[in-house]
């Protein structure tokens, strides 16, 4: 079926070193490719996305890249802070006659230490 | 403008009782979902609503879960009879509805359900 690998599962970095989480998915027909950041007590929240017909996208610390061939996508964000901390999952879907049928990955635990 | 809101956020049950779980949408979203997340595993969809029907449940483990969105505003899930393995954190989303393009999915706080 369907599924997205998430790796690492844990990530520990130092204060201003960057960081990177790497998934992969099985459908080629998903088109859609959203990060989510969940802080303790909280729900998901999407922090940057890309679509299948864009290679890369970055919005200030945060980058997102796209290999539609190797079917891999990647999560950077440079100059970590304490505040990065937090659990991220990343997320495949594709347009389908209604709605988005989203598949996550297991999550990443980033630890940015001060 | 309010958020996506779940009720309660914490349950406590015994094998073989009934829960009922809440989600009250952004207002104006007609699309609502809802996943599960077992501890330490990936966020599983279970179904999506548009507006009061069931557009996709193919997530839904079996018929011991009930899903339900009358009138299209908020969501129930119902699980009964609860069972060990029922234990994880729901969650709730919903987004507006654009059509032919991604649409971004807000998510609720969750509500973990523990059975006993």
């Known amino acids: 079926g369907e599924n997205v690998e998430q790796h690492p599962s844990t990530l520990s970095v130092q204060e201003g070193d960057s960081a990177v989480i790497k998934c992969t998915y099985s459908?080629?027909?998903?088109?859609?490719f959203p990060w989510y950041k969940q802080e303790l007590g909280k729900g998901p929240q999407l922090i940057i996305d890309?679509?299948?017909?864009?290679g890369e996208k970055k919005d200030q610390r945060i980058a997102v890249t796209l290999n539609k061939t190797a079917k891999h996508f990647s999560l950077h964000i440079t100059e970590t802070q304490p505040e990065d901390s937090a659990v991220y999952f990343c997320a495949a879907s594709k347009t389908n006659t209604g709605g988005f049928k989203t598949i996550f990955g297991a999550g990443t635990r980033l630890f940015v230490k001060a | 403008e309010a958020g996506v809101t779940q009720f309660p956020s914490h349950s406590v049950i015994e094998k073989g009782q009934t829960v009922t779980l809440r989600c009250d949408p952004i207002?104006?979203?007609?699309?609502l979902y809802w996943y599960r997340r077992v501890m330490g595993k990936e966020i599983k969809f279970l179904l999506h609503?548009?507006?009061?029907?069931?557009?996709?449940e193919s997530g839904m483990p079996n018929n011991r879960f009930l899903a339900e969105r009358t009138g299209g505003t908020y969501s129930t899930l119902k699980v009964q009879p609860a069972e060990l393995e029922d234990s994880g954190v729901y969650f709730c989303?919903?987004?507006?509805?654009?059509?032919?393009?991604?649409?971004?999915?807000?998510f609720g706080p969750g509500t973990r359900l523990t059975v006993l």
């Open positions: 609503f548009v507006k009061e029907s069931k557009q996709d």
């Open positions: 459908d080629s027909a998903s088109n859609y």
């Open positions: 207002s104006g979203h007609d699309n």
């Open positions: 890309i679509r299948s017909n864009v």
């Open positions: 989303a919903s987004s507006q509805g654009l059509g032919g393009g991604a649409d971004t999915q807000y």
